[in-house]
């Protein structure tokens, strides 16, 4: 009824106002959420770092760096790089995550040094799906409460990160109740 004693022209410029708005309150929505996640913390239990190998700049402060990919000796000799990028085939290496010039830090492509903790954040540079998943509890483990606090278990802590491949493995067989002699396929379960 009121649309009919409003002028059309006011009609369409008034629909036209109410998307705008609309359509600005949702991009600020959005905006907020996607500042929210680059900035979001992760609560996650610390590395797994070996006390004699960290903190790395006890060793690498006295070795220049050396940029060029090569075979690894001393103390990295047991590190075997089998982390190849997807598009290229081509073998990553040290220094595409670790920093060249802090050794204690990681470094993401966007040049900025982040601590062991955030480690998530560098593997979900090129693991972008996987890394949503680990950030809504769809991949890896976290524990908890559904509203509250939870804990993240990083990449590497199921992960080798220079090896990441789980090596496939020959499945269990089904577990048996206790007190009963294994079922086969001809017999019929109860």
Known sequence: MLAFMIPYTMVGAMKTFFALVLFGVLAVFAAGDLRADNKQEYPVPPPLISEQKYPCIKCHE??????????????????????SDPRSAEQRWCLDCHDSEDRNKLRL????????????????QCHGRVFEDWKAGVHGKRIGNWRGEKLYRLCVHCHDPHHPSFVPRKPEPVPQRPGQAHVSAEQPRR
């Not at 006295?62 to 982390?83: C, F, G, I």
């Open 62 to 83: 006295h070795w220049p760096t050396q940029k060029e990919s090569r075979q690894l000796k001393m103390n990295h000799a047991d590190v075997v790089l089998k982390h």
């Open 109 to 124: 492509m966007n040049q900025e040094r982040i601590e062991f903790d955030q480690s998530y954040r560098l593997c979900g």
